[in-house]
């Protein structure tokens, strides 16, 4: 048989999430293009979505993920800090650990 494993995780904080996979996806959208317009056109999302979603990480991590200009002539933009690369970097360790975890205890299943 072929079983598969469906799961997803993400990390709250006093019961508000501050990272799950959309949000990550999110921040690396905008740490590659420099603006949280050009990252939410690039995921298929609303520029409201996404600074909905961006202020929401802000307010219950433990320092500013992002650092954001206003527009003007040239446009805005939006950086992430060290913290929120350091964020990322520690979401996704985790979620590979996670499905490493998993697959192990589906090869288990597979061998009964």
Excluded at 50 to 60: E, H, R
Excluded at 61 to 66: D, M
Aim: proline share 1%; glycine share 8%.
């Amino acid at each position: 048989m072929n079983y598969k494993i469906k799961s997803r995780i993400w990390i709250e904080y006093n019961n508000h999430v501050l990272l799950g996979e959309g949000r990550v996806h999110l921040l690396k959208a905008i740490d590659e293009m420099g603006s949280l317009s050009k990252a939410a056109k690039s995921l298929n999302i609303s520029y409201k979505k996404a600074w909905d979603l961006i202020d929401s990480v802000n307010k219950s991590a433990k320092n500013p993920v992002t650092i954001n200009s206003i527009g003007g002539k040239g446009g805005g933009g939006a950086e992430l800090t060290d913290y929120g690369k350091l964020l990322i970097k520690s979401f996704d360790e985790i979620n590979q650990n996670c499905w490493d975890f998993l697959d192990e205890q589906l090869n288990k299943l597979a061998d009964l």
